[in-house]
């Protein structure tokens, strides 16, 4: 059984940086895609970012393009995003996911198979 699990959420001012990271269990993480996710209440959830297997390629949403990198160890079955500047539209719960999806649908919530529990992270002005 495939097990994610994020961690480095909190509470930051305006301006700072956290962190995230995504440890995944059950499955060769060298396999999948890892993307990053978030939800606000009464929202969809939303694509952040995605890096493919190798590691080599990765895509941003525009709203953090530039502020937000995506990183991963598979030797180490780990995934990472590192949020600079963030300002409090970033406010939202943030998840990890892994999957195969296609190139066309790497983007889209539904293609991914394994979610982990979702990390707060909240920005203040």
């Known amino acids: 059984q495939v097990h994610l699990e994020e961690s480095g959420g909190g509470s930051v001012q305006a301006g700072g940086s956290l962190r995230l990271s995504c440890a995944v269990s059950g499955r060769t993480l060298s396999m999948l895609n890892m993307a990053w996710f978030r939800q606000v209440p009464g929202k969809e959830r939303e694509f952040v970012a995605v890096?493919?297997?190798?590691?080599?390629?990765?895509f941003y949403a525009d709203s953090i393009k530039g502020r937000f990198t995506i990183s991963r160890d598979n030797t180490k079955n780990t995934g990472a995003l590192q949020m600079n500047s963030l300002i409090p539209e970033d406010t939202a719960v943030y998840f990890c996911?892994?999957?195969?999806?296609?190139?066309?649908?790497?983007?889209?919530?539904?293609?991914?198979?394994?979610w982990g529990q979702g990390t707060q992270v909240t920005v203040s002005s």
């Open positions: 996911a892994a999957g195969a999806p296609s190139t066309a649908y790497l983007k889209r919530s539904d293609a991914y198979d394994y």
């Open positions: 890096i493919l297997r190798s590691g080599v390629s990765s």
